[in-house]
């Protein structure tokens, strides 16, 4: 199952709720709900405000699946490569106003999941990110 989100479309109310629902019916906890929430709001913020994606005719798609006790939220787009992973770690030391501005979205991300991987298969992106249920 998957949802697409096309750009300007302003679809991530109801891509939110998508996965909520989808998460309901597999009985998932609500703070894992929560934190894939999360995750999905910032992902698609930023490929949408800094990758091609974010242009006319580019699209986000989101699929989820669960393999056991593991979800594996899959986030594909045709937007330039980038691969989120590669990116240096945000810094988080020292005062606010002297840290440059970016990369904590990514650290949310990565401390709500368990496992990340990216790949460029053609003209997509596509980041797959799991959490453990246990």
Known sequence: MGFMILHGSEQLDQALDWLQSLLEMEKV????????????????????????????????????ERQGNCLNLMIEDNGDPFDPLQQAPAEIT?????RPVGGLGLLLVKSLTDVQQYQRAGDRNILVLSKNLN
């Open 29 to 64: 906890a609500v703070e894992v709900i929560c934190d894939l929430k999360v995750v999905v709001d910032e992902m698609v913020a930023n490929t949408f405000m800094y990758g091609r994606s974010g242009h006319q005719g580019g699209w986000i798609k989101l699929s989820l």
């Open 94 to 98: 020292g005062a606010m106003q002297d």
